[in-house]
């Protein structure tokens, strides 16, 4: 069974279907306005410059703790992340003076 459409109809059909899959694609691919998630890590500090970034991983290091150092959301500064199980430890080393 053969239905022939009038050429507008064919027309209004492509364009609903062309509609449908833009709207799907820029839901799918739209960024999280929240900002980056970066799984199980806990920011722990956040400071000016990777040379203030440099000197709190190390700080770090010298008690065991391992840390990432990210780009802050919103562009000023650096964040320093530490797994959760680490979160007091580097808390207190930083604390400590």
């Known amino acids: 069974m053969r239905v022939n459409l ?7 059909v492509a364009l609903l279907v062309v509609g449908a899959l833009g709207l799907v694609l820029r839901w799918a691919f739209t960024g ?4 980056r998630d970066y799984g199980l ?20 290091r010298t008690v065991g703790v391992r840390a990432t150092t990210v780009p802050a959301e ?11 199980a680490d ?8 604390l400590d003076d």
């Open 6 to 12: 009038p050429a507008p109809y064919l027309l209004l």
């Open 41 to 60: 890590l806990r920011e722990i500090a956040k400071v000016p410059s990777r040379t203030a970034a440099q000197v709190v991983e190390e700080r770090l």
């Open 74 to 84: 919103d562009g000023e500064g650096l964040r320093v992340l530490v797994f959760p």
């Open 87 to 94: 979160e007091r430890a580097a808390i207190a080393a930083l």
């Open 32 to 35: 999280d306005e929240r900002g």
